[in-house]
Structures are given as C-alpha cells and as structure tokens.
C-alpha cells in the first residue's frame, strides 16, 4: 500500500453482498466448504459402508444411472477413480474430455453441460483448467456437479480422501468427525501453495476438524495472505521447523504449467523444500507423508521417502475410489430441495 | 423546431448557482428564458411540459461510455447505447476509441457523429492516442479535434512507455486535448481477472495489484510534473484505488491540472460481488477491497473527485456466459448511474443533490470542455434531464435500452425516477 494513501476516517457502508445461491443442486459437490461436519461425517461413513458391500450388490445402488465425466485436463487418479467409483455402483458412465470433443471446435461449457443432460446424464463430473467452472455448470444445468478440480480452485473429493486417510492413521476406529476430532494435529502443507487446488480444499476442511493446518513453500509459491483464508491456518517458512510439529505431511507438486512466466530455481527449491528420507528420520520420523499425486520423485520428495514406510501415497489414492463411491451416491439420491 | 416549456419544475443548476422553482423556455434547441413560476414572456404556442414536484436540472453527461461502434454492432450501436444512456437522464456522453477498427482517424470520429447513427442525444468521440492504441506512434491530434473528438486516450492499452505519455500529453496539450489514462500497468496484470488479495487467493484467480493503478497514475503525475506546462491536463479514468487518489490529491494540491473520474461500481461494490465467480462483477478497473471503496466515496464528498463516469461496457449475453478468467471486461452502468448516485451518495451518506448532479453533468461537461453542456443558462444547449427525486424504482436488466444486460444492479432499488430527457430541445426519452 502506498503510504501517503489518506487515512480513512469515516465509514460509508455500502449495501450488503447477497448471500450465495449456491449450490443450486443438493446433490453437488462444489466446494469443500458447503458441506457440513453431519455431511462429511455421512459421506466417510457411505464410504465405509461401500467399500466393505458385496460388489455385486453395491452394483445395484445406481444401476442403470447416467454419469457424465467432462475432463477439460488431463487426469489419471481422479479420473479413473470416479470412473470406478461410479461403475462399481453400478452407474453407466461416459467420458468427454477436450481433446477428442467438440470442446475442440468451440463448444461453451454451458452448451457441452445442457446437451450432457439433454443426453440423459443425472450428474455431471467436471474437471476443468479454469477456477469456478463447476459453479458455472452448475447454475447452467442445475445438475448436481461434482467438482473434481477446478484451476488453482478447489478439489474437494481429494481433502476428502485425505481426510479418510490422515484419520485410518491418526485416529482409527473414528468415522464420525466434528469439531474436535482433529484436535492437536497438525498438518503441513509443502511446496506450491499458490497454485495449488489441493491446498485450498485442505485449509477449508480441516481446521473446521479442529486440525491446524501449517503452509510452508517459497514466497512465489505461498503468499503471505493465504493464511487469511481462513481460521487455523499459519505460515511457517522453515521446513523442518514444521516438520517436527507435524502429523501429517502433505507434499505438493509444482505446477510447472501454471507457474505463468514465474522464474523458480529448482535446486534453490529442492534445497529448502524437498522431503528428503534424512530430513524426514530427523525432524518428523512418526509423521505420515502424504501426495495428492502426480508426484515427481526426485524434486518434492525423494523415491526413497515415495516408496518408504511413512508414506501413505498409494493408500490416498485407493481412498479416492471409496470417497467418489460415496458422493456420486449423494449426487444422485439427494432430494432437491434437501440436504443429504 | 417546436418550443417546449417546462414548467413548476424545482430548477438545479449547480454551475448556474440555481436551485429553485423555475419556468423555462426551450428553443431552437437551446435555453431561450428562464423564469419565476408562470412568468415565461414568450411562451406563446409551446408544448408544456408539467414538471410539478419534480427536479428539472443539467442533461447528465458520461465522459467514459463504449459504445462498440464501429464493429461490435452485435454488443451495442450507438443508437442503443444513446437509448439508454437518454433513458438514465443523459443527454452527452463520451465514446472511448477502442471500437474495431480503433477510432485513430477523423474518419471514424465524424463517422461516429454522423446523423446515420441515429443517436438519441449528443456523442462526443474520444480519439486514440496512438496508431491503432499500440502505444508507439502519436495520432494527429489536430485532425482529430477538428473532427469532434473531445479527448485522446488508448483506454484499456494504457500507454506504458514513459517517451511515449509525455510525447502524448505535451502533443495534446498544444491542441488543447485532454489525455485520458487507463492506469493500469499490464506487466503487473497478465492473466489476473479480479483484485489481487485474500478473495481472489481464495477463488484461485490470478490477482491485479493496486499498485498496477497507482503506479501507474504516479508515474503519469510525474510526467506531467515534469513537463512544466500549464495546458497538460491529465485525466485518471475509473480510480478505483485509494493510493491512486492520494496520488490525484497531491497532485492537485501541487497545481497540477489533474482530474479523475469514479464509476459508481467502485464506490459501491467489492471483490466480496464476485461471489461465485459472478461475471457481471467482473471489471477492469476490477472491485477493491472495502477500504478503497469506502476511500472512493470519502473522496467524492471531499471533493477530490472531478465526475462519477459509468465506464458503460456491454457485452452479448453469450460473452459473459463463460468462466470468469474467460469473461470479457465490464458491466452497463448509464441506466444506473443516476438512481444510484442519489439512492447512496445523497440518501444515504447526505451529498447535496445538487452536488451530486454537478459531479454528473456540469464537472465533467467542464472537465472535457463541452462549451454549452453541463447547465441551463440562457443560451445553452437545451440539454434537459427531468426526474421525479423521491421516486424509488428497481432497474430490470431485461427491461434496459441498452442491447446488453451485463450490470451487477439488476434488481437494486434506485432513487429518482426519470420523466423526460431532453437532447437540445427534443424529448430524447420519456418516462412514466
């Protein structure tokens, strides 16, 4: 701010913001913040309930339902685990993704959104490049939308899965959440912060768990406001000071494209942030590591730590399927007009 | 030419120093009596106009309207764009350059006034300041003038290059040309749609600095510092932010020629309006934080600002139907501008009308020297705004003048209701 800016010394208050329509559709997962700790709470417990059931008798939960799955980016975990998800109970699924629609010849996202409806699909799956995207589907189709992914937004089903899994190791036997079940743990968050949709979903979620949530990155990637977004959120710029408050580690990729003409030094990066296996057995050897995935091994954390017994990487990603099992069934079983 | 009386209406003509019950006399087009109540001498065979409990004052003038013509017919045309800025009380408004092509000729400039338009009130072009608003090689300034533009800007291309603004403002100072700056610096904007702060981290869009305006307005201020030249008259477009009007203040406090201008969008609304991802909140200045909005009314009724200008941009429906990042820039505002400048700057925060009707007729008619606009002395253009002041009404978006409806207000309850606009002497729009 520029300091000879004149202190403002009266108030004009102007009217009030209108409060959020959304979301439209009680069966929408937009953000990781519409849902209540009742809802989280029934979701990890259909989550549960799904993976344990007979596949042959999940299969008839939405048999003969129609998802559609719109992929505006590429994507292998969370794409193929909606996919399985929405198949396993027993929904008939379909894919568009940009590349091989006609996204390429200048369809809109509302044109590509009503005609998937006018096609017969009950839900929509979106993944896509630009933040809010699934808000503007959603107010264009009122269809339930399932966020999985939205630019440098949001990606609630992944704070989902994580939570599913940071609570299998840091509070088994819990599957009822509220304000205190994650009381006393802290989770870091590491690495690109800015950019990065994972990041944001957590920091809405887990504090509402009681959990303190610690960012850690390089000034370009984690900028001093973001641990304004909300409560229980600080920033610690020292690695392994973080490292030895923490439960939970959560690494993060660089997002290479979206760095926008930002200049990183990868080896001034990996000095700082990289969680390296002797970084780990010094500052935080009980804590668990975490990925949303793709990782990089090599850059924010070494194969050694990717592959070693503290990671639980592959586990957040079988957790994925149970997560999107139980919220493509919230989708299509919400009544309109009340909450799941 | 038919004379037109209009009578028992309340007269405010801040330039004029007018403010109370008044007959006048229209002809010719222009102000040809002003009289107590029923004391008009030569009103013989006029039409009268009843203006009983109602406020007759100054045709409104917008000094930053785009009016998408020549080009973007399909967004606006000025026969539109002038329905409804006749609709909002406005009897002259100024249409920025950035048209397709750019209006860098005295071409497109008389093109744009040509009765063929068919505009409803007075157009006034504004010319770019440079070659297709590149940035690089000065307009004829000269030429544009004697065409009609009234200023020179390059508008949302701000002129970056310090050679080339002061070659800008010293080159339209020798014609008598105000420079308009968009201040914007865009090496600290790309790829950024809305302000830059804890809403927009939270939305996951890309942020525009305050300083990207202020900066830019510092640096302008320096140049024109530096030129030492009384004619250079800078004008800041749409300030949004309040270290750009600290900037503007001191400025002005140095005796510099100045002046700045502030869209009722930003002394209203917030980045908070963005909600989820609205497009129709969407703008270039975008929605500040809390405190640089309250800081733009302070400084409207502090006197720091030089006119509220809507900076009306349409759009089709289609444009602003799309994710934000891919949405275009702006909102309508000349059917607004009025009813939320009295509901807000005078109802709520107590601005004498008349103080707020000076801020959108006779400052910026002075501002950009529209000789004759801007009051209603005797000899003046017939440029007439009448409106009921103690009418609330709510703008419909669908029922705009305008082709577009891209406005944040649909729905607002507005102050002032307007009953006749009068564009040098003819009924430009009549209300109920």
């Known amino acids: 701010m520029n300091s000879t800016a004149t202190p403002v010394r009266r108030q004009f208050h102007p009217p009030p913001v209108p409060a959020s329509p959304f979301p439209y559709n009680p069966g929408s997962l937009l953000s990781a913040g519409d849902l209540s700790l009742g809802e989280i709470s029934h979701i990890l417990d259909r989550a549960t309930f799904l993976e344990n059931q007979d596949p042959l008798v999940r299969d008839r939960t939405l048999a003969k339902r129609r998802v559609a799955l719109l992929f505006y980016e590429s994507s292998t975990r969370t794409r193929t685990s909606f996919e399985l998800a929405a198949k396993g109970l027993g929904a008939d699924t379909t894919l568009v993704s940009s590349l091989s629609s006609s996204i390429e010849k200048g369809e809109t996202l509302k044109d590509t959104g009503l005609t998937l409806r006018a096609l017969g699909a009950e839900a929509i799956i979106l993944r896509h490049n630009s933040s809010g995207a699934p808000w503007l589907l959603e107010a264009e189709t009122r269809l339930p939308v399932l966020n999985a992914g939205d630019g440098m937004h949001e990606h609630p089903t992944q704070a989902l899965l994580d939570l599913r899994t940071m609570l299998a190791h840091l509070r088994p036997g819990v599957d009822k959440v509220n304000a205190e079940t994650l009381a006393g743990v802290t989770v870091t968050i590491v690495g690109d912060i800015l950019h990065s949709r994972v990041a944001r979903s957590n920091m809405l979620l887990l504090p509402r768990l009681g959990a303190r949530v610690l960012l850690c990155g390089p000034k370009e990637l984690l900028p001093e406001l973001a641990a304004q977004a909300g409560p229980g959120i600080a920033i610690e710029q020292d690695f392994n000071a973080a490292l030895r408050q923490s439960q939970a580690v959560m690494m993060l990729r660089i997002q290479a494209e979206r760095l926008a003409g930002l200049q990183l030094n990868l080896e001034e990066y990996k000095k700082g942030y990289q969680l390296t296996g002797q970084r780990l057995a010094e500052h935080a050897p009980t804590a668990i590591v975490m990925h949303p995935g793709p990782i990089i091994r090599g850059l924010e954390l070494t194969a050694g730590v990717a592959d070693g017994p503290q990671s639980v990487i592959l586990e957040q990603v079988k957790n994925g399927v149970a997560i999107r099992m139980a919220v493509v069934e919230r989708a299509l079983t919400s009544a309109q007009g009340g909450r799941g | ?432």
């Open chain 2, 1 to 432: 030419m038919t004379a037109l009386v209009i009578r028992g209406g309340h007269l405010i003509d801040p330039a004029a120093g007018v403010d109370g019950l008044k007959d006048i006399l229209l002809k010719d087009g222009r102000v040809a009596e002003i009289a107590g109540h029923g004391k008009l001498k030569q009103a013989n065979g006029a039409q009268v106009l009843d203006a009983t409990g109602l406020v007759v004052a100054p045709g409104l003038v917008d000094i930053h309207v785009h009016l998408r013509e020549p080009g973007q017919g399909y967004k606006e045309t000025i026969a539109t764009g002038t329905a409804a800025a006749a609709a909002g009380g406005f009897t002259a408004v100024a249409a920025m350059p950035n048209t397709i092509p750019v209006n860098d000729s005295a071409e497109i400039t008389r093109w744009m006034q040509a009765p063929e338009r068919g505009a409803a009130i007075r157009v006034f072009p504004i010319g770019a300041a440079t070659r297709g608003s590149k940035g690089e090689a000065l307009n004829d300034f000269a030429a544009l003038k004697s065409a009609g533009a009234v200023a020179v800007t390059d508008d949302g291309h701000p002129i970056l290059k310090d050679n080339v603004m002061r070659e800008t403002l010293a080159a339209a100072a020798r014609v008598g040309l105000t420079v308009i700056q968009h201040a914007e610096d865009t090496r600290l904007t790309q790829g950024a749609s809305m302000n830059a702060g804890p809403v927009a981290f939270r939305l996951g869009l890309r942020g525009m600095p305050t300083e990207a305006e202020s900066g830019l307005v510092e640096r302008d201020i320096r140049l024109v510092t530096e030129l030492r030249d009384a004619r250079v008259h800078l004008h800041v477009a749409h300030t949004s932010t309040a270290a750009a009007l600290a900037a503007v203040r001191q400025a002005r406090r140095s005796g510099l020629r100045v002046t700045c201008e502030v869209a009722p969008h930003h002394f209203l609304l917030t980045e908070e309006h963005v909600g989820m991802y609205d497009t129709n909140a969407k703008m270039n200045p975008p929605l500040r934080s809390a405190a640089d909005r309250n800081a733009m009314v302070e400084a409207i009724l502090d006197g720091v600002v030089d006119a509220i200008a809507t900076d009306h941009a349409p759009h089709a429906i289609h444009e602003k139907e799309v994710e934000f990042e891919n949405a275009p820039n702006g909102i309508t505002g000349l059917e607004t501008a009025l009813g939320l400048s009295l509901r807000w700057l005078h109802h709520e925060w107590k601005m004498p009308i008349g103080r707020v009707l000076s801020l959108l007729s006779a400052q910026p008619a002075a501002l950009l020297n529209l000789k004759g606009r801007g009051t209603l002395t005797v000899g003046s253009f017939a440029d007439v705004v009448v409106f009921d002041p103690k009418a609330e009404w709510t703008f419909r978006a669908r029922e705009t003048k305008s082709k577009a409806r891209n406005t944040p207000f649909d729905g607002w309850t507005m102050q002032g209701k307007v009953r006749w606009t009068i564009s040098e002497g003819r009924i430009a729009y009549s209300g109920e």
